[in-house]
């Protein structure tokens, strides 16, 4: 899967999958406020809400990558 979304307020998402890894989903944005976010302390935020689903390094040309493994995603988390 690989497919790219962009919002009204100029953020583009970019939500795909890896082929040798199809479990992994990874969903990246890129916004031109992160920058300014990042400096009012968003990275610890983003690390206190997300933890381990946060990437260290975000996708390229993304300012923030969150990954999921969808095979460990309990009924609940899946909406089902």
């Known amino acids: 899967m690989d497919i ?13 999958t890896n082929a040798q890894q199809r479990n992994i989903l990874t969903v990246s944005i890129n916004w031109g406020l992160i920058s300014e976010l990042k400096r009012l302390g968003l990275d610890a935020q983003l ?8 990437r260290d390094s975000p996708e390229p040309g993304y300012d923030v990558s969150l990954e999921f493994d969808v095979d460990g995603l309990s009924a609940e ?3 089902t």
Request: aromatic share 12%; proline share 4%.
């Open 4 to 16: 790219t979304l962009a919002d009204f307020d100029g953020a583009t998402y970019h939500v795909s």
């Open 47 to 54: 690390k206190r809400i997300y933890g381990p689903l946060l």
């Open 77 to 79: 988390q899946k909406g």
